[in-house]
């Protein structure tokens, strides 16, 4: 028989795209409000115009419930998959890099208050989820190769896979039998 090829469920799909777009958007503005108003340890190269903290603080808006709903997808549907370290790590630096972003404000860097823990917090999970996604993507590829990887931007669907199944597959797991 042909091995048959990687399938992601499609609401899986959806909201792990929904990160692949928005994460890189919130680490690269990160990167530029770190530059413009701290730099004590990495000075970046790029100091932009512009109301960064503003422009961070929205594609932190947009990820935190989206982050929620793909964790708990990645819980119910893709529980198993959660087994491989670096899906889940993956998932840990995400958790943490929105959890300490939901407790920031953002009058601190403003007003140049830079020794809060939640802020350091902060920028060790922007460290750590880039170290997390670049051996996620590594182990993806290592395990799988271009087929594994692209199963989760691949736009098929299957019969049984349809939107409309999307609560039901949500809430199977927790079903009693
Ligand atoms: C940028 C932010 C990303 C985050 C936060 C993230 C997170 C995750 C998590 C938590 C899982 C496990 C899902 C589950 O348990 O159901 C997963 C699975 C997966 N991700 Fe990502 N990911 C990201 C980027 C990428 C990229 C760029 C690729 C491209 C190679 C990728 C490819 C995959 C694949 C193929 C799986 C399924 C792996 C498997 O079946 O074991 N991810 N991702």
Redesign the pocket.
Known sequence: MAPTS?Y?PSL?RLL?GA??VL??LAWLSGAVVYSNLDGRWLPLPVQLPGDWIEIHGSIGVLLWPLALL?AL???S???H??R?PA??T??I??GLAVGSGKLMQEDWLREGRLDHVVYHLHLLAWLLIAAA?LW??EA??R??GRS??G???SPTLRANDHPRLWLDQLTRPFQKR
């Open positions: 990687p992601q899986l792990h990160m692949v994460v890189p793909f997808v990645a819980f549907l893709g529980r998959k959660l491989q899906n889940a993956a998932l630096g995400l996604l996620h993507v993806v590829l395990r799988g594994l990887a199963s989760m931007f």
